[in-house]
């Protein structure tokens, strides 16, 4: 690892919560009455802005980005209690592993600040990381390169030195637009081919590896 710098995305990249957002928007699709969609559907928009995900998955329905938000975070409120989160395999020692050795990290996610701040610190990580940057703190969610960019500004990080780390195709994007090298995860919502059709620099298949993975620039 020669990079000073990593963004991680957090969901399906630190964290294994895919079967909660699946259960999550199925329950938020069926109270607001919309069309059901297939697990493969929903899991496609992972990554996304909650206010970003119904023009993919309703582009027929108008002005239902609010409600949909708000229809989720309400119903994720009554049933996080209940929600077992769990890193993947590695994922707390390679951090460690990566935090002695001086390199500085942060989170650039699609969820709720408050939310991802809460998992962070129930899963014990809150010291590893300098910034965590949730989908409300950008005007552009992924893949604008406005959460990375917010990032290297504000902690005056070289985007030359600095990998993005993420699971879906947005992910990339948004390090790519940034002028940071990327490294997809295999293991995620995303697949192998989606990521390197986004123009993946590197993929792991385990999050230990990731501490191999040297600049291709």
């Keep these: 690892m020669d990079f000073k710098n990593i963004i991680f995305d957090f969901d399906g ?4 919560t ?4 699946l259960a999550t928007m199925h329950q938020t699709i069926s109270e607001l009455g919309l069309p059901p969609r297939t697990d493969d559907e929903c899991r496609a928009t992972i990554g996304l802005r909650l ?5 993919v998955l309703w582009p027929e329905v108008k002005d239902l ?3 949909y938000a708000a229809t989720y975070r309400r119903i994720f409120e009554e049933v996080k209690k209940k929600l077992r989160v769990n890193l993947y395999p590695g994922v707390k020692e390679t951090l460690m592993a990566l935090h ?4 500085n990290m942060a989170i650039a996610s699609s969820r709720n600040r408050s939310s991802l701040e809460g998992f962070v610190s129930e899963l014990g990580m809150e010291d590893y ?3 965590l940057i949730g989908g409300g703190d950008v005007r552009e969610g992924k893949p604008s390169p406005e959460p990375v960019n917010k990032i290297l500004e504000a ?3 070289n985007p030359e030195e600095t990998l993005t780390v993420g699971d879906m195709d947005v992910d990339i994007l948004m390090g ?3 002028g940071t090298e990327t490294c997809g995860v295999t293991y995620g919502n995303g697949s192998a081919e989606s990521l390197q059709g986004a123009g993946a620099n590197h993929l792991i298949d385990n999050f230990s590896t990731l501490l191999g993975v040297k600049k291709s620039k």
């Excluded at 895919?18 to 957002?21: E, F, L, Q, S, V």
């Excluded at 206010?51 to 023009?55: L, R």
């Excluded at 002695?100 to 390199?103: A, D, K």
Aim: proline residues 7%.
């Design 18 to 21: 895919t079967a909660n957002i």
């Design 51 to 55: 206010e970003d995900i119904p023009p």
């Design 155 to 157: 902690h005056g990080w």
């Design 176 to 178: 790519q637009r940034a």
């Design 65 to 67: 980005s609010e409600k």
């Design 13 to 16: 990249t630190l964290a294994d």
């Design 100 to 103: 002695e050795r001086g390199v």
């Design 129 to 131: 990381f300098q910034s």
